[in-house]
């Protein structure tokens, strides 16, 4: 059997080995890989009757489901490119999204279509909006037109449009450091070589069940997807309210694999664990911001039979580093090295090597390199780059430049090769002289065991350059004393990090879509507020 080149060939061989193997599972139901496929099949007659062409955008706006996953495939299998829309949007980001890299049709419930009645109108490429549920449709005098899911499933074995494995798959929209969010750009081989790589090193298999936790829309929550229908392994989909249903979902559909992000992680070693999950979850894998110490130790002391995997990403490459579950202990601060198939550099301003431990840009090359961001010249020459003709693997005779994605993170490596992350580019504080990582004062702050959460940020100082903040909510016991923090971190801290300021606030704190703690919005809103009080001493004065 040939191996899997265009994204929808997952799926499809692995209906081919084993069509009765159990795909999904949501809630209380099932899908097998050969009903997945038909399924798929159906639908890609439906999407190309509807006339639909090679290369246009399909949304899709729900939640975590069988017909999401449906969609997802069956828009590339027609040729299309699917757009996922993280279900926590709004109207208006919907709106922004479908409106920036013009959607054409659009996938979503009866529910989700009724708060963007308002918005679709100025949606001006839509034509279609394909509705899962039964529910009466809104009437429509013009486009877009409604049809109910059902309709859509073509039973003539209608196929897709021809596509090859450098064509565009998927359009995902990631917030940016200033602005509204970005789409980055993959194809069909950037999602088939991440979903290759990654379920090599996690050894995926047939006999695993991964859980989907993380929204869909985000690279890793899709990539749990795409490794696990590489395997031919099963997916639990789970839409979860509060960490207790991730850890009940764990113990009653046997997970053996979970990806999640360090703040999830951080509510989940605070609970009380079901008994025997280490018993089956064979992999913990981190992903989205490092994971602090006290917190994997935690995780370790649950779960003594599972495998801790820390990982690297960024969406516009899908995925490009590791850190073996052996190398845990020796090193628990490294982001890893390169995934397979992939090679990190890290370089200098002017492209050379950095030398072992001397910070640098984190420059990641090979086939998971993304297409660049949807209809955006200017940021797109931002990040993605030619590398300099030295790099090694360029040789001098190579007269076509490679493209590399040049992540704006700043990194070190070790003389073995083992990266650690430092900072985001536009994160990183500057204060009486010192670049200081927010990570770094988090890393500190949770190892005092007083804080539940945390996030730190820089704010403007007229003689530090940079006074550091932090934001934290209570602890396990439910208080926290910011003076106590704060000698805690005098103990543990150099002068220069020691924040100015600790403002106490329930949890948990604001996520971002991607389910990280939103530090540019808590920024933000601290500014905000400072500003408002600095108005209100200033119009006392003046009374």
């Known amino acids: 059997m040939t191996d899997a080149s265009l994204l929808a060939e997952l799926i499809s061989h692995a209906a081919a080995r084993n069509p009765d193997a159990i795909a999904l599972s949501y809630g209380k139901q099932s899908m097998p890989y050969g009903v997945l496929q038909d399924a798929i099949d159906r639908l890609v007659g439906g999407l190309v009757a509807l006339g639909l062409q090679r290369g246009e955008r399909i949304a899709i706006y729900l ?39 013009n959607v054409r049709a659009l996938v979503t419930s009866s529910e989700r279509l009724s708060p963007l009645a308002e918005t679709l109108a100025a949606c001006h490429d839509l034509r279609h909006v394909i509705v899962t549920s039964t529910a009466p449709l ?159 130790a935690s995780l370790r002391t649950r779960l003594p039979r599972s495998k801790p ?11 490009s580093t590791y850190l073996p579950p052996e190398e845990v202990d020796r090193r628990p601060d490294s982001i890893g090295k390169a995934i397979p198939n992939a090679e990190i550099l890290v370089l200098r301003e002017d492209g050379s090597a950095c030398a072992a431990h001397e910070p640098g840009e984190l420059v990641h090359r090979g086939a998971l390199v993304g297409m660049g961001y949807w209809n955006d010249h200017e940021k797109t020459a931002e990040r993605y780059k030619p590398l300099p003709a030295n790099t090694p693997g360029r040789d001098a005779g190579l007269v076509l430049s490679e493209i590399a994605v040049f992540s704006g993170d700043t990194v070190r490596i070790d003389e073995e090769g083992f990266l650690y992350f430092i900072g985001r580019r536009d994160e990183m504080m500057k204060t009486s002289g010192y670049r200081v990582s927010p990570t770094e004062v988090e890393e500190v702050l949770y190892a005092t065991r007083l804080v539940g959460e945390c996030v730190a940020f820089g704010v403007d100082h007229p003689t530090l350059g940079q006074a550091i903040q932090v934001i934290a909510t209570p602890g396990p016991d439910g208080s926290l004393d910011p003076a106590a923090l704060l ?51 200033r119009e006392g004065e003046r009374r």
């Open 138 to 296: 809104p009437a429509a005098e013009g486009p877009p037109t409604c049809l109910h899911w059902d309709e859509l499933l073509y039973a003539g074995g209608r196929s897709g449009h021809r596509v090859i494995d450098t064509d565009m798959a998927a359009i995902l929209y990631t917030s940016g450091s200033t602005g509204k969010p970005k789409g980055v750009v993959l194809s069909h081989r950037n999602m088939v070589a991440g979903a290759k790589s990654v379920a090599g090193y996690l050894e995926n298999n047939a006999g695993d069940t991964l859980l989907a936790a993380l929204p869909l829309s985000f690279d890793a929550g899709f990539s749990q997807l795409t490794t696990a229908f590489h395997a031919g392994a099963r997916v639990v989909l789970l839409n979860y309210l509060v960490p207790r249903d991730v850890l009940n979902a764990l113990a009653r559909e046997k997970v053996t694999g979970l990806t999640a992000v360090p703040p999830l992680y951080i509510q989940l070693s605070e609970l009380d664990w079901p008994a025997g999950i280490s018993e089956h979850l064979r992999y913990f894998a981190n992903t989205g911001g490092r994971m602090p110490r006290e917190t994997l």
């Open 63 to 101: 939640e975590k489901r069988f017909e999401t996953v449906i969609a997802s495939f069956a828009a590339t299998a027609a040729g299309c490119v699917f757009v996922p829309l993280n279900p926590l949007l709004k109207a208006d980001q919907v709106a922004y999204i479908m409106r920036d890299c």
């Open 309 to 319: 995997f820390l990982m690297y990403g960024l969406t516009e490459a899908f995925r």
């Open 487 to 537: 000698d805690e971190c005098r103990r543990r801290m150099p002068a220069y990090m020691i924040p100015a300021k600790v403002t106490v606030r329930p949890g948990p704190l604001p996520r971002n879509p991607n389910g990280k703690i939103d530090r540019k919005l808590l920024a933000s809103e601290s500014l905000a507020e400072g500003a408002t009080r600095l108005d209100a001493c």
